[in-house]
């Protein structure tokens, strides 16, 4: 079974909105666990299903349907897939993320005082895991078939090397497969030994933008840079996927980025798309009544390319996404209030400038 490993937290999946302070091993036995399953079973939603009840409330296809769709529920439970966020230890601040995702941002909330933009504060800019969750995990690398690391940043974190190393001595390069999430902006020579011994390997690359648009939404984002790791990734000829958050500064851009996952293409290629929904003020459907034929004829045509494609089948999720994006565009009216104050905001503490055309129409 999947369980998710954050820092200083346990939780079933990385949906989940509910942390657990008990270590992975101590809430594998829990009395939490046993409660959930248990509502799940009966049909009730538990408190931190809120993610999937909404999208599917929103005709939205849910991480809990995907997972319904693609892996069997076994007799005897036990951990097979391990889902690490090692670290909040991340080199960009993208404008959808948050403090506890990334140490950039953790370190701009304190500097900037942006705490009322979050509904929690940190007490630190780094939050790693406790020396218990590490042993926690290294227990498990012995039969997990599955381990998926997202950050911060991976490849900017020491211990997901050290965890590669740990499975390399017990010869599990053959057994294990490696899922690794991405921004691409450090795929250097020591990712790329690393990640050729593995013979199960799939990267996620998180992209949600190309060019400048990319830089702005991804801050710390160099997109020659970025854009060359991405051609080196697919050159290793593993399984590949294109993540993208459509927020509303991204679904504007969105026919750029669909023809980029499209030019791109290979075998072992897929994309994922989600619609920002945390925080509510950047869902696309705080843009303006007047935007709103524009940005469905984008959406549109977003979902033409996609389903022209010859990977028609890889990307079946991103189209249920687009096409519950393109129903929410037509009948959802949220205030752009917040989401103007907070991109002034940042604006002004990045030095950068929002592109309101779509408030000016």
């Not at 701009?108 to 790693?128: A, G």
């Not at 010869?171 to 490696?178: A, I, N």
């Not at 799939?202 to 710390?220: K, N």
């Not at 022209?308 to 687009?322: C, G, H, T």
């Amino acid at each position: 079974m999947h369980q998710f490993i954050g820092q200083n937290f346990t939780k079933p999946c990385c949906n989940y909105t509910v942390h657990s302070s008990l270590t992975p091993k101590k809430y594998w036995d829990s009395q939490e666990l046993v409660d959930l399953k248990k509502q799940l079973e009966s049909g009730i939603w538990p408190r931190g299903c809120g993610m999937c009840k909404h999208a599917e409330e929103n005709n939205i296809i849910s991480l809990r349907e995907r997972s319904l769709n693609e892996y069997d529920i076994p007799a005897t439970p036990s951990v097979e897939y391990l889902d690490i966020r090692l670290s909040n230890k991340c080199n960009f601040a993208c404008r959808t993320c948050e403090p506890m995702f990334s140490s950039r941002i953790a370190k701009e909330v304190q500097t900037h005082d942006l705490h009322k933009f979050f509904n929690y504060q940190l007490d630190k800019n780094y939050v790693e895991h406790s020396d218990q969750i590490s042993i926690d995990v290294q227990q498990h690398l012995h039969t997990v078939k599955k381990i998926m690391f997202t950050g911060g940043e991976p490849t900017y974190i020491k211990q997901f090397y050290e965890i590669l190393d740990q499975l390399i001595v017990l010869g599990r390069e053959d057994q294990v497969h490696l899922c690794v999430t991405t921004n691409a902006s450090m795929i250097d020579d020591k990712f790329l030994s690393y990640a050729r011994k593995f013979a199960k390997l799939h990267i996620t690359v998180s992209l949600d933008a190309v060019g400048e648009p990319a830089e702005y939404i991804r801050y710390g984002t160099v997109w020659k840079t970025v854009d060359a790791n991405i051609q080196k990734i697919l050159n290793l000829k593993c399984s590949v996927m294109i993540n993208s958050v459509i927020s509303a500064y991204s679904i504007v851009h969105l026919e750029s980025l669909v023809d980029y996952i499209i030019v791109h293409e290979q075998d072992e290629y897929s994309a994922d798309m989600c619609i920002c929904t945390t925080p509510m003020h950047l869902n696309p459907c705080v843009l303006p009544k007047n935007s709103r034929n524009k940005l469905i004829n984008i959406t549109e045509r977003c979902i033409s390319k996609l389903s022209a494609s010859p990977r028609f089948e890889d990307y079946r999720d991103s189209l249920l996404v687009l096409d519950g994006l393109k129903q929410q565009l037509t009948n959802v009216f949220l205030s752009s209030d917040k989401f103007l104050e907070y991109t002034n905001t940042l604006d002004s503490i990045r030095k950068q400038k929002y592109d309101d055309t779509y408030f000016r129409m």
